[in-house]
């Protein structure tokens, strides 16, 4: 057992387990509105949306400060704590006895999905290094996907158990696991680690730095685009070849699975030698021919799942850009900060793919469409100036050696002065 909690591929999936259940705050939601909506009748039928989206909506206001405590406090520290509030959260959500009530847990529990989301992406970059650390990134991108495919594999679930609350009592007990395995074999931060430089000026080095900003903006196309086609695919493809919402929605599953293969062949390729300049154009091509033909030609249904399938695994490859975060970070004391700020910004386009689709879509307007999906594939493109660079950066290193150079030190420093 002590070797086994030692093992930094253990310590990694248990990192990376604790990520998927902070995105599954969102997701763990998404099967059971239906149920929600019966049981507490909100007056005003749209407010169910907001039980899925709250917790969303705390990463999009939160992460930027909650980096700061990451480097303020540990990582470590940090992701405790943010998985005991998902915990208690949770346990808000089965016994609210009102509407209201619900609405205040769900958010509550954001708080902690964003305390460990952040907490988590920089204690891999800390107990990694080298080619490690690029697959543990790649395989950390995959951890919002990873997120919905479990929901809707386990929806029969909560109905045989009789009630919504099912869901969430099970997301709670493997929180709880997680978080002991995690108390037993994730290491404390090194007194070098502690006595490293003022975190303020670390988060002042982040919001000068120009780099967090552009693969921020590249991640926020990419995710606009990708919760607003997997929004609204459903609704579109039903209305548009006359087939069943259910179908649709079933066959998302294997969507999401393709943007996990996407997101981990971006650490295999990365560490094979291939040029980040080269994934990233190549998803994003692929992207926008995929939509094209989803959107803008009568391909058929069949046809129209397979180009969201090829959307989704290309959308996996800009996803998994991820393993660019050491390299944007401009010094090893703000990676807690620049990973906030990244997902921060990554948030704001998980808010705006799915109404704005659902807008586009109403108003009948292809044209409007294609030219929304256009706009965002060039913001894909921002984070350019780092896939055609990040082959010059130094490899990067693991923060319990502190003599070594830190990944991002020679590109940050090019790129602010």
């Given at each position: 057992?002590?070797t086994?909690i030692?093992?930094?591929n253990?310590?990694?999936a248990v990192?990376?387990g604790?990520?998927v259940?902070a995105?599954m705050?969102?997701?763990e939601?998404?099967?059971?509105?239906?149920?929600?909506?019966?049981?507490?009748h909100?007056?005003?039928?749209?407010k169910?949306g907001?039980?899925?989206?709250l917790?969303?909506l705390?990463?999009?206001?939160?992460?930027?400060?909650?980096?700061?405590?990451?480097?303020?406090?540990g990582?470590r520290r940090?992701l405790f704590?943010?998985?005991?509030?998902?915990?208690v959260?949770?346990l808000?959500?089965?016994?609210?006895p009102?509407?209201?009530?619900?609405l205040?847990a769900?958010?509550?529990?954001?708080?902690?999905?964003?305390?460990?989301?952040?907490a988590?992406?920089?204690l891999?970059?800390?107990?990694?290094s080298g080619k490690q650390?690029?697959?543990?990134?790649?395989?950390w991108s995959?951890?919002?996907?990873?997120s919905f495919?479990?929901?809707f594999?386990?929806?029969?679930?909560?109905?045989?158990f009789?009630s919504?609350?099912?869901a969430?009592t099970?997301?709670?007990l493997?929180t709880?696991?997680?978080?002991l395995?995690?108390?037993?074999?994730?290491?404390?931060?090194t007194?070098?680690?502690k006595t490293?430089?003022?975190?303020t000026?670390g988060?002042a080095?982040?919001?000068?730095s120009?780099?967090?900003?552009?693969?921020?903006?590249?991640?926020?196309?990419?995710?606009?685009?990708q919760?607003?086609?997997?929004?609204?695919?459903?609704?579109?493809?039903?209305d548009?070849y006359?087939v069943?919402?259910?179908?649709v929605?079933?066959?998302?599953v294997?969507?999401?699975?393709?943007?996990?293969?996407?997101?981990?062949?971006?650490?295999f390729?990365?560490?094979?030698g291939?040029r980040?300049?080269?994934?990233?154009i190549t998803?994003?091509?692929l992207m926008?021919?995929?939509?094209?033909a989803?959107?803008?030609?009568?391909?058929?249904?069949?046809a129209?799942?397979?180009?969201?399938?090829?959307f989704?695994?290309a959308?996996g490859?800009?996803?998994?850009?991820?393993a660019?975060?050491p390299?944007?970070?401009p010094?090893?004391?703000?990676t807690?900060?620049?990973?906030?700020?990244?997902?921060?910004i990554?948030l704001?386009?998980?808010f705006?793919?799915?109404?704005?689709?659902f807008?586009a879509?109403?108003m009948g307007?292809?044209?409007?469409?294609?030219?929304?999906i256009?706009?965002a594939?060039?913001l894909?493109?921002?984070a350019?100036?780092i896939w055609?660079?990040?082959?010059?950066?130094?490899?990067?290193?693991?923060?319990?050696?502190?003599?070594?150079?830190?990944?991002?030190?020679?590109?940050?420093?090019?790129?602010?002065?």
């Open positions: 057992m002590s086994l030692k093992n930094i253990f310590r990694i990192t990376y604790l990520g259940m995105a705050t969102v997701s939601a998404v099967t059971e509105l239906g149920n929600i909506a019966k049981e507490f909100p007056d005003d039928p749209s169910i907001w039980v899925m989206s917790p969303s705390m990463v999009a206001l939160g992460a930027l400060l909650a980096g700061f405590f990451v480097d303020r406090f990582d940090v704590t943010g998985a005991l509030v998902i915990i959260g949770d808000f959500v089965m016994s609210a009102s509407f209201e009530v619900l205040i769900r958010a509550f529990t954001g708080i902690g999905y964003v305390m460990t989301a952040v988590a992406v920089t891999l970059m800390r107990i990694t650390r690029t697959m543990a990134m790649a395989l995959t951890f919002v996907p990873a495919i479990l929901p594999l386990s929806a029969g679930l909560s109905a045989h009789g919504w609350r099912a969430f099970g997301h709670t493997v709880v696991i997680l978080l395995l995690a108390f037993i074999s994730l290491p404390k931060r007194e070098q680690d490293t430089i003022s975190r000026r988060l080095s982040v919001l000068r120009p780099l967090p900003y552009l693969l921020g903006l590249s991640f926020g196309a990419d995710a606009f685009l919760t607003g086609v997997i929004a609204s695919l459903a609704h579109y493809l039903s548009r006359d069943s919402q259910m179908a929605s079933h066959l998302n294997f969507a999401m699975i393709c943007n996990t293969v996407g997101c981990l062949l971006v650490g390729m990365l560490n094979r291939v980040a300049v080269a994934i990233g998803g994003t091509v926008g021919l995929a939509a094209l989803l959107y803008a030609m009568p391909i058929g249904f069949s129209s799942i397979a180009a969201s399938w090829i989704m695994l959308s490859l800009l996803v998994g850009m991820w660019m975060l390299v944007v970070a010094s090893r004391e703000s807690g900060a620049t990973s906030g700020l990244v997902t921060q990554t704001v386009g998980v705006l793919g799915p109404p704005m689709f807008k879509q109403a307007s292809m044209s409007e469409l294609t030219l929304i256009v706009l594939l060039v894909c493109m921002s350019l100036p055609l660079r990040s082959h010059q950066a130094k490899p990067a290193v693991a923060a319990d050696n502190p003599e070594q150079p830190f990944a991002g030190d020679s590109l940050a420093s090019r790129s602010n002065g």
